[in-house]
């Protein structure tokens, strides 16, 4: 044999010893992209589920990483898929709701959910405790309706109203002013998207969210 045929020979072994390992490659799972104004789906049982919108995401003081949405939404034990990947698996599962506030606080897989500080036509940097009042021109970012705007005309300090358009699906949508976040969309009166929003203000959501041990010290991602 000769020294060439010799060479080539063991870099053909070294070749195929390189496919046959001990082990198959698996790739790591696909991750979720999600945050505030990105569609969510809430498993009912079976083949139903409810859309609804992510009013925002970040990391308690322990770590977890949840977000929050209508409480209307689902309830506590239903697991979450995001709209636009849920051919990735479960986003995460609601541990809690308030129909007080009519909210729910998501807890996601942190191996796997990417949080978003930017979706489509919202950025939220901050969040604004001060109650959403006339004659505010504030914004939020839908999964259906997408992003719309309108004067508030009222707020009782927990709750507003306003003038923008919204409709089935985007209930928990980030209600925002500029770059700062101020509530979340719970429903419309009469007709959507010609009746006025009404929704809830972030301050009494950050309270509640406050008052749970495991989730104390949120902060938005």
Known sequence: ??????VL?????????AGWGGGVAV???AKIFVGGGS???????GNSAAACTLTTIGRSKTNKLIGVTAGHCGTPGQKVYSETFQDRGQAGTITYTAPDLDMAIVEFDASRVVPLRTVRGVTIRSVDPKPLGFPTIACKE???????????WFS????????????????GS????????????????????LGPETGTNIQPILKRIASLDAYKGFRVA
Request: aromatic residues 4%; glycine residues 14%; charged residues 15%.
């Open 27 to 29: 790739a790591a799972p």
């Open 174 to 193: 980030p209600v925002v002013v500029g770059d700062r976040l101020v509530g979340m969309v719970n429903a419309y009166y009469f007709l959507g998207c």
């Open 142 to 152: 839908g999964r259906t309706t997408g992003n719309t705007c309108g004067i508030a």
């Open 39 to 45: 569609g969510i789906l809430v498993l009912k049982g």
């Open 1 to 6: 044999m000769t020294k060439k045929l010799t």
């Open 156 to 171: 009782d300090g927990d709750v507003h109203v306003s003038q923008m358009c919204v409709i089935e699906g985007d209930s």
């Open 9 to 17: 020979l063991a870099v053909l072994a070294a070749t195929v010893l």
